[in-house]
């Protein structure tokens, strides 16, 4: 429990079986779309019940255990000296265990709060902050007392995210008071009265996916980028202006999603300029990324790893592009409510956040194991699968959402304009399946790593995590 | 002059080198980025979140109200449940949402119709309806059926089966979604209510007085109109397809009445197979029942779904199922299942097609209405006649008799269900 890397393994092996599960739900969810009496009539396998399931086991469970346990893993080493307490952090990651066997139990039975990205119930709630403070202090405690000077901007970013999660959690779960909403297999669940409530739902809806998600992922491709490529950062002057924009800006936008709700009319204007305001850390970012990238591009062909977060980053641009113009108020007259929204969701969550998440985990696993991956090639196989499968998924889904975007500004019902969406719903399901099997192929391709992967010596660790595919 | 000038771009050319020499730095030690952080944050979330939380107290709207007891409780199961993934609760300015709104002018929401409420059902997507109008818009039954399978009423729905809800949940849930538009959505549903029960008291009382009163629901300018659209192969065709995939879930393949969710329904879905029966209505009440559905019955208004042409081909089309008083004009042909059908649904013991399982039949039989509709399609055409149906004119006569199905002599593979 106290070895060295051992809360940053654990978290990522975990986090690889997690989102085996969180897959089986989403594909359920999909099936049920493009079939929907498929399971009909079993309570626990229900649309909306499944659909919590995925998209909590794949936040909290899927992305955000191999958050921890990148930042585990990254703050040590950048600062010099072990992590403050290897046994802290595996505490932490059993909680955040616990976290997800009772979400997967709950979410099902139809305890929810009824909060989107906030279903979990309030005393499921109360754990995952304490299990934010806990990796919070863990993080501080190594960064204090790191041998390092030099504070890498990937420190800022993995402080910031610790820092901000835990107040944004508390602050869209209105973690204070736990009452209402209590009839009925449902949960206790924080909220307000009031339409002021929906406000304060989608300022925490979109904070976790800008103040954690983007963060942690961030931090991480500044990490894993430079090393793989032996260059150093482009700029570091950039990576400051991304920085404090990036908690400036993301903090307002919010709001975004209530644009045509009855609701204040300065929160919609401070969301549109904060919204636009997000090119500046994007391209920041990116700019960076990519100036440092200058002649290493062939490098994506040699290192499994830099693929996928390379990647990564390109379906991060054009996340970052769609959103802001999906904020304009004509823009968001067509795609509100329909599909495209749940294209650009799973461009966010799977094309950015889990690309980032496997490339991470592609390079930590074979370092801290010390052992080479058990085979490059079904790795390779693994990005073409999920490739392929999001591809897929986004346009699916963001095709059928302009269709149905246009078919009720075209003065359509919402049923009569149901059945265009059928063959979208098919598609979308297929791709589902594609996805599912390139994550059941990483998790075989990590045990059999941990099992039989050929052992390297310790000074060759860096070397091996470039796997060659 | 010049001296002014001079001053000023000596001046300026200073202040340039001032800023040149004052480099421009931020030193991110652990203090800055970790206060630095959260200072940032809490001033956005200051604006963003805790002043609209301190300052944005709305009144009730007019239409606001309290939910009772029971339908909070049917709100907890609609949260638990996730229907709020798919159903928003809000309509926009932009949005249109169909005819049954004709009572509430596609009201746009108001903050204060949201005063009552704790934790937002808002939802983000719009799979399903919008439903912050609508209480009234379907009947108690029709509610019943629809949670039974979707399909059974709305056969293009893909939302979930909630059959396993026990008998208080589904009345709960029901109340909550009549409670769904305030105070005037309740009284909507109140008089769905009302009028049922002045619609079976009615009926009790025999056929005749039942005509009577159907006939007085109608402006009496809608008794007159006739069907602009001529019984043409090409209409009725299409009304075939219309009534196929939308309306026999209630009125049965047949057109009996008998469709899956007619266990569920009072009054019973209207019987299109007898002459008697489908004398009740002229061409132009038909139409305004389908336009605008039939208070007090499961029947809805297809207006939001159907156009003009479609209702008025799918009039012409009713009046071709056999019984009915028009089957006797020879241009028509019977409405009746071929042996193909028949033979296409296996999972009938008793071969008839029309009461199996409604959810698990073969989707193809419901969706392809060559298959079952009433002649046009191939059913019951003589086979030596090689005309193909479409290609035929009815109104010229040539049209092919069908093989001795007439009123008279209803074709044998099928029932003829009394009213």
């Known amino acids: 429990m106290d ?35 498929f399971l009909g009539g079993i309570a626990v396998l229900e649309f909306g019940r499944i659909r919590a399931v995925h998209v909590n086991v794949m936040f909290f469970l899927w992305v955000s255990s191999i ?47 009824g909060r989107e990205y906030a279903e979990m119930i309030w005393p499921i709630d109360i754990l995952v902050v304490i299990v934010l403070l806990m990796n919070l202090y863990n993080i501080v405690r190594t960064v204090l007392a790191r041998k390092e000077k030099k504070l890498y901007v990937s420190i800022w970013y993995t402080t910031a995210a610790l820092v901000l999660m835990p107040m944004v959690y508390s602050i869209g779960n209105v973690i204070w008071d736990p009452g209402s909403l209590s009839g009925f297999p449902i949960g206790p669940s924080g909220s307000l009265d009031g339409i002021r409530d929906s406000i304060w739902n989608w300022f925490y809806g979109h904070n976790v996916l800008g103040l954690w998600f983007t963060m942690g992922g961030v931090a991480m491709v500044y ?49 549109v300029i904060g919204s636009m305001g997000l090119f500046v850390p994007v391209f920041t970012f990116l700019g960076n990324i990519w100036m440092t990238m200058r002649g290493n591009w062939g490098k994506i062909y040699e290192s499994l790893p830099l693929k996928f977060l390379i990647v990564g980053t390109v379906f991060y641009f054009v996340t970052c592009v769609q959103g802001p113009f999906q904020s304009i108020q004509g823009f968001n007259r067509l795609v509100h409510f329909t599909w495209w929204i749940t294209g650009h969701a799973h461009l966010a969550m799977l094309g950015t956040m889990s690309f980032w ?6 390079y930590m696993v074979p370092v801290i194991m010390k052992r080479r991956i058990w085979s490059p090639a079904l790795g390779e196989a693994q990005f073409w699968l999920v490739t392929l499968g999001f591809l897929i998924m986004m346009l699916t889904l963001q095709i059928g959402g302009l269709i149905q975007g246009g078919a009720w500004l075209e003065g359509q019902t919402v049923y009569a304009a149901l059945p265009s969406m059928k063959p979208y719903a098919i598609g979308r399901a297929m791709s589902g399946a594609l996805l599912f099997f390139g994550f059941c192929l990483q998790l075989y391709n990590i045990y059999k790593t941990m099992r039989v992967g050929q052992p390297i010596s310790g000074s060759n660790a860096v070397a091996a995590a470039e796997i060659p595919t | 002059m010049a001296t002014i000038v001079e001053n000023i771009t000596k001046g300026m050319s200073e202040a340039v080198d001032g800023l040149k020499r004052r480099r421009f730095v931020l030193r991110m030690d652990y203090p800055t980025i970790f206060f630095g952080t959260i200072t940032v944050f809490l001033g956005v979330v200051f604006v963003v979140v805790a002043m609209p939380a301190l300052t944005f107290h709305v009144d009730p709207s007019p239409d606001a109200r309290p939910l009772t007891a029971q339908e909070e409780h049917g709100r907890s199961i609609y949260a638990s449940n996730g229907c709020w993934y798919c159903h928003s609760q809000y309509i926009r300015p932009q949005d249109w949402t169909g005819v049954k709104s004709f009572e509430t002018l596609g009201r746009v929401a108001q903050a204060g119709d949201f005063a009552y409420q704790k934790t937002m059902l808002l939802g983000s997507e719009r799979t399903g309806p919008d439903l912050s109008q609508e209480a009234g818009a379907h009947s108690d039954d029709w509610h019943i059926a629809h949670f039974q399978n979707p399909r059974y009423t709305s056969m ?13 949940e589904l009345n709960d849930t029901i109340a909550y979604v009549q409670s769904l538009g305030g105070k005037p959505g309740v009284a909507r549903a109140q008089k769905q209510r009302e009028v049922k029960s002045a619609l079976l008291a009615i009926r009790a009382q025999g056929e005749p007085t039942r005509t009577l009163q159907i006939e007085s629901m109608y402006n009496p300018t809608w008794a007159n109109v006739t069907n602009p659209m001529p019984p043409s192969p090409r209409s009725l065709t299409h009304g075939k397809y219309i009534f196929v995939t939308n309306c026999i879930g209630c009125h049965g393949v047949l057109g009996d009445g008998k469709g899956p969710s007619a266990q569920y329904l009072q009054p019973q879905p209207f ?26 019955t499961a029947m809805p208004a297809w207006g939001d779904f159907l156009t003009v042409n479609d209702i008025w ?90 093989n001795g199905a007439s009123p008279n002599n209803p074709p044998q593979n099928q029932s003829t269900p009394k009213p």
């Open chain 2, 313 to 402: 081909d799918l009039t012409n089309f009713l009046r071709t199922i056999p019984g009915s008083s028009l089957t006797s004009d020879p241009t028509y042909e019977m409405w009746q299942a071929t042996e193909a059908t028949v033979a296409k649904n296996p999972q009938n013991p008793a071969k008839n097609p029309f009461q199996t399982e409604f959810g698990k039949v073969n989707e193809g039989s419901y969706y392809n209405g060559n298959d079952i509709g009433p002649g046009l399609g191939g059913s019951t055409i003589n086979p030596n006649n090689n005309t193909a149906p479409g290609a035929t004119d009815i109104n010229k006569g040539d049209y092919p008799a069908n």
């Open chain 1, 223 to 271: 990490y894993f980028v430079p090393l793989i490529i032996r260059s150093p950062l482009y700029s570091h002057t950039l990576s400051l202006i991304g920085f404090w924009s990036l908690i400036f800006f993301y903090t307002m936008v919010g709001h975004h999603h209530l644009l045509e709700t009855p609701t204040p009319g300065y929160l919609k204007t401070i969301a």
């Open chain 1, 3 to 37: 070895k060295e890397f051992s809360t940053s393994r654990n978290f990522i092996l975990t986090g690889v079986i997690w989102v085996i599960i969180g897959g089986i739900a989403g594909l359920i969810a999909a099936i049920e779309m493009a079939a929907p009496d």
């Open chain 2, 156 to 168: 293009k729905s893909i939302m979930p089966e909630f059959k396993f809800f026990a008998p208080d």
């Open chain 1, 67 to 113: 958050w921890f346990g990148a930042f585990s893993y990254i703050v040590p080493k950048l600062c010099g000296v072990p992590l403050h307490s290897e046994r802290l952090g595996n505490i932490s990651m059993i909680l955040w265990n616990v976290v997800g066997i009772l979400a997967a139990l709950t979410l099902p039975a139809g305890l929810t709060q």
């Open chain 1, 357 to 362: 998440a496997m490339g991470g985990l592609y």
């Open chain 2, 271 to 296: 019987n299109f197979t007898t002459a008697q029966q489908q004398s009740i209505l002229s061409d132009g009440q038909m139409y305004h029942a389908i336009l605008l559905g039939q208070e007090g």
